[in-house]
């Protein structure tokens, strides 16, 4: 950016030297007195103690104030593209932490990790808060990380804890969500939209399967899922 600063400043004082030099030889009788004109026109600064005398030289002038917004529109935003990024690769480097712990995680390497860690965003929910409703319909899933919730099914409830996961049904059937799910205290999951899931579940067959399992189960009314550890590591024979 400073290259490019220095590069329009230059051109800008040169041109401004052959267009003004007669004019105006107090001023612009040589390239580097042109430069101060040019930097107090290119900062949009504007002191007026130089003043281009002829109509080219106040066109460059012109051309030149609105280079000078462009220049710093566009540092403004390299810099702020930087922040940003910066922002993503922390979060990044969070949410891969946290898919890294997931026993569901554990055995399927560090590629799929950092890609699976790219599709989930980091929620925190505090005790008692809503995470879904009943009826409403499926647009993600949920990956426990930390803490309990309490699926309240219409004729029971089930609680689930670190490592498990929630929401699955609605956007493997296309039916709307069959329980109320609420956090039973704080807790921290990592959400992966709907289409996010399909397209994972797509590329990834044995993640595919273990949900369809779990899934299964739960529809069916089978024994209830224990601490996801065990249940949920993934078998590499099968
Ligand atoms: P979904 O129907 O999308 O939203 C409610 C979620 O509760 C559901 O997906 C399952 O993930 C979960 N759920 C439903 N039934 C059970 C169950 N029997 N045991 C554990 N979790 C369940």
Request: hydrophobic letters at 50%; one cysteine or more; a negative charge.
């Amino acid at each position: 950016m400073l290259l490019g600063f220095a590069i329009v400043l230059l051109t800008a004082s040169s041109l401004a030297y052959l267009l003004e030099r007669n004019a105006n030889p107090d001023a612009f009788g040589s390239i580097p007195a042109a430069l101060w004109w040019g930097i107090v026109t290119m900062t949009t600064t504007g002191y007026g103690d130089v003043v281009p005398q002829t109509a080219a030289g106040r066109v460059l002038g012109g051309v030149l104030m609105i280079g000078g917004i462009l220049v710093f529109a566009l540092w403004a935003g390299i810099i702020a593209n930087g922040y940003a990024h910066e922002l993503r690769r922390r979060e990044f480097l969070r949410t891969w932490e946290l898919v890294a712990k997931v026993p569901f995680f554990h055995n399927i390497g560090a590629a799929l990790i950092a890609e699976v860690a790219q599709l989930l965003r980091p929620r925190d929910f505090p005790a008692g808060a809503v995470i879904m409703r009943r009826g409403a319909a499926g647009d993600r899933m949920y990956f426990i990380i930390d803490g309990e919730v309490e699926v309240q099914l219409a004729s029971q409830t089930v609680v689930l804890g670190i490592g498990q996961f929630f929401g699955e049904l609605a956007l493997l059937t296309g039916a709307p969500r069959n329980a109320t799910v609420v956090a039973v205290e704080s807790c921290t999951l990592l959400a992966l939209d709907i289409v996010d899931f399909h397209g994972l579940l797509g590329r990834h067959p044995e993640l595919a399967r273990i949900i369809r399992e779990e899934a299964e189960q739960r529809l069916s009314g089978g024994p209830e899922p224990q601490l996801a550890e065990p249940a949920l590591a993934i078998d590499e024979s099968a």
